[in-house]
Structure formats: structure tokens, C-alpha cells
């Protein structure tokens, strides 16, 4: 991403001009997660479960969902149950905000070790799909 002001309040939308075309690649291909794994070796977040925001879309997303801070009672994840279903990227409107809470509190009540290797699959499905459409799309 170039260099900005905003980027610590304004999340990156579909087309926004602040992703370069490698970051687009990396972004669409999740690739760019991986340092995130840093944050996992250091015990900062885990490798599955709920997502973390930015701090000003916490703020925002606990007016509309009151219980918004009980997908906080385990540690953040790299990937989680809302990705692999599909929400991932800017929320759109209320609706995706409730949809990724449903997926992140479902996770938050299920967690084991089976759930996990669930998870942890379908991320990597998904992004060799996403790897391989990308560069060999006719």
C-alpha cells in the first residue's frame, strides 16, 4: 500500500488507489497475512479465530452490536469461520458487521482442535483457488 495519512482509520476498499498492483496480488491472494505470523510467534494473536479490526471499526461496530467485545474472550486470529464463509474485506453496510459477529461468536462458543484444522484448510483451498485464477485467467 503507498503511504497514507489514513491508514490507520480508513480501511482499503476494492479499488482503492492506495493498493499497488503487487499489493493487489498479495491482498487478493492473502499472502499479505503472513507477517501477521510474527504476531502469532510472539503470542499476540493465534493463527485461527476472530479477525482483528482497526481500533476505530471496534468503536463503530460495538454501537451497533452491544455484545461486540465477546468475540475479544479469545485471541485474535490470522484467518477465522467469517473468512472461509465468505466476509472478508470492507464492511459494506450493517448486515456484513452482524453476519462476520454471527461467524466470529460462533467461533468464540465452538473453538477446538477439529474446528480449527476446518478452518485452517479452507484458508489455504481458498487462497491456491484464488493464487491460481489470478494468474492463469484467460
Known amino acids: 500500500m503507498v503511504m497514507n495519512d489514513e491508514a490507520d482509520e480508513v480501511p482499503a476498499e476494492k479499488n482503492d488507489e492506495r493498493i499497488t498492483k503487487i499489493g493487489r496480488f498479495l491482498r487478493h491472494t492473502n499472502i499479505d497475512e503472513l507477517p501477521q505470523f510474527v504476531n502469532v510467534l510472539l503470542g499476540q494473536m493465534s493463527v ?8 476505530a471499526d471496534c468503536i463503530r461496530f460495538s454501537f451497533v452490536i452491544s455484545s461486540y467485545s465477546f468475540r475479544h474472550l479469545v485471541r485474535p486470529g490470522v484467518t477465522g469461520l467469517a473468512q472461509i464463509n465468505g466476509y472478508h474485506g470492507p464492511t459494506a453496510d450493517y448486515e456484513s458487521i452482524i453476519i462476520r459477529y454471527y461467524w466470529d461468536a460462533m467461533y468464540v462458543r465452538k473453538a477446538s482442535f477439529l474446528l480449527d484444522l476446518h478452518i485452517f484448510f479452507a484458508t489455504l483451498k481458498q487462497s491456491f483457488k484464488t493464487a491460481f485464477h489470478l494468474l492463469f485467467k484467460k
Do not use: A, F, L, N
Request: zero cysteines; glycine letters at 12%; proline letters at 25%.
Open 48 to 55: 485461527i479465530g476472530p479477525r482483528p479490526h482497526m481500533v
